[in-house]
């Protein structure tokens, strides 16, 4: 099982990379977990999550190929 | 004879004025009305609709460029600002003789050039909770161009209690954001708010601003110009208005994400219900969590930067310019500051950033760790402050 992940803005300056793919995640609350543990500056970071282009709320479950996208607060203008 | 011709150019624009009738609007938006879908009810509804545009800045000058031109009616500009030299790069209504000057008087004597047509009101003043409401109240959508999270909060809240529809624009380095909140969808979905997104405001240092992150020039004249054509689609009724979607596009790589929002049930808890509520609230305050009592001025800086027994940390990101000179300083940034705090030995110790916020974050963190075991400091108006005063000694 395979999930692609994009991150948006400055969560690119923690990751180092706009898209990774990921294997194995059941669901978005155990994602969030792995990629905190990969990159624990991701913790002090502010993002919405969506699965498939709609923003989740709650944990929700991962299909296969599916694609998830945190994407952070901007402020400037 | 120059004086003259000045005098004779100042009184061509009240002149003009005076010339417009129903002929010369029909030619001034002509070829937008020769749009089917568009036609002369869409201007109607344009030159009736009221558009209230906060912060005339980077998205701020392209969306008032588009819509006086455009033919909205009646455009509302609310900033406190000055023109100053380093706006000009994005904010290209504004010419260099304007830097010094009130940016909303500036901006309402360019666009009243531009459309005599249009009746334009200019708000030279910041908007805070006590004049909020009476200001968006006179308007039909607001437009938020403004450049930092209090505002953005206070204006989301504001729309909120007034039900007004806001429509919302972001940047950060070459991305920026679009989406329309508070307003009912042709599904009678739930109207979403930007408290749906980001219940609560990021902490200083959590998220850069322009100012620290930088900003393309070009990127907040798509993101303002965006605005302003969600604007035209919701007055006019025409195309697929960004309700309840967020979307995001790269300057980069020309990249465009739209995801569909929802509206939260837990959201109505954060949001001021009455005007008093709204009045009693400290959008400064949820912004900004950060301990003013570290802050050092540049005098007093300069005074301990050669000092051997100091230890001066820039907390910025490893690609950010520019480099000072003349002192010696370790870099620690701040996504890895936390995790480094116990390599810092020294017992005093002075941070800095570039404007002085995100280094106000990390003497926080120090304190928490340290408390009064270590002298803490942090350079007010960061090291983009103190490279302007030393170049002007």
């Not at chain 1, 919405?48 to 709650?58: A, G, H, R, T």
């Not at chain 2, 109607?44 to 455009?70: D, E, F, N, T």
């Not at chain 2, 900003?215 to 009724?237: D, R």
């Not at chain 2, 020294?346 to 106000?360: A, D, H, P, Y």
Request: with cysteine; net charge negative.
């Amino acid at each position: 099982m395979k999930i692609n992940i994009l991150f948006f803005g400055q969560l690119v300056d923690i990751t180092g990379t706009d898209k990774i793919l990921v294997e194995n995640m059941n669901d978005t609350d155990s994602l969030v977990n792995a990629l905190h543990e990969t990159y624990p500056v991701l913790t002090q970071s502010k993002y919405l999550i969506s699965v498939d282009k709609k923003i989740i709320e709650i944990n929700t479950l991962l299909a296969d190929n599916c694609t998830v996208a945190l994407l952070p607060p901007f402020s400037g203008g | 004879m120059p004086i003259t011709a000045q005098l004779h150019y100042c009184h061509l624009f009240p002149e003009d004025k005076k010339m417009k009738s129903e002929n010369t609007s029909y030619e001034r938006y002509q070829r937008q009305i020769i749009l089917k879908e568009f036609g002369e009810t869409g201007q109607q509804k344009l030159l009736q609709s009221k558009v209230l545009v906060i912060g005339a800045g980077g998205l701020g000058c392209p969306a008032l460029q588009y819509l006086s031109a455009a033919g909205v009616g009646t455009i509302g500009i609310v900033d406190d600002d000055m023109v100053s030299i380093s706006n000009l790069h994005r904010q290209p209504l504004y010419s260099t003789f304007d830097i010094g000057f009130s940016k909303a008087e500036k901006a309402k004597h360019s666009l009243t050039r531009l459309n005599p047509d249009i009746t334009i009101y200019a708000y030279n003043e910041r908007l805070t909770t006590q004049n909020a409401l009476a200001i968006i109240e006179k308007f039909d959508i607001i437009i938020d161009g403004t450049d930092n999270f209090a505002s953005r909060y206070l204006i989301n809240d504001a729309c909120v209690l007034l039900n007004k529809t806001l429509v919302y624009g972001a940047v950060s380095q070459f991305e920026g954001q679009v989406a329309i909140f508070n307003s009912q969808n042709k599904n009678g979905d739930a109207p979403v708010n930007y408290r749906d997104l980001f219940p609560t405001p990021p902490k200083d240092g959590e998220v850069l601003n322009c100012a620290e992150a930088g900003v393309l020039g070009v990127l907040p004249g798509i993101i303002g110009t965006m605005q302003a054509n969600e604007t035209i689609k919701l007055i006019t009724g025409i195309g697929k208005p960004l309700i309840n979607s967020l979307l995001t596009y790269n300057a980069l790589n020309n990249g465009i994400y739209e995801i569909s929002l929802l509206a939260k049930a837990t959201t109505q808890s954060l949001l001021p219900n009455t005007q008093a509520a709204f009045e009693a609230m400290n959008y400064n305050w949820l912004c900004s969590s950060a301990n003013t009592r570290f802050e050092i001025d540049i005098a007093t800086f300069s005074q301990h930067k050669n000092n051997p027994d100091v230890k001066i940390i820039d907390v910025r990101e490893l690609n950010e310019q520019p480099i000072p000179s003349g002192f010696q300083f370790k870099r620690i940034p701040l996504s890895v500051f936390k995790e480094n705090t116990a390599s810092i030995e020294n017992e005093t110790v002075i941070l800095f950033c570039q404007s002085g916020k995100r280094s106000l974050q990390a003497a926080q963190w120090l304190f928490d760790t340290f408390g009064e075991s270590k002298k803490i400091y942090s350079l007010k108006g960061g090291i983009l402050n103190w490279i302007n005063h030393s170049s002007t000694q």
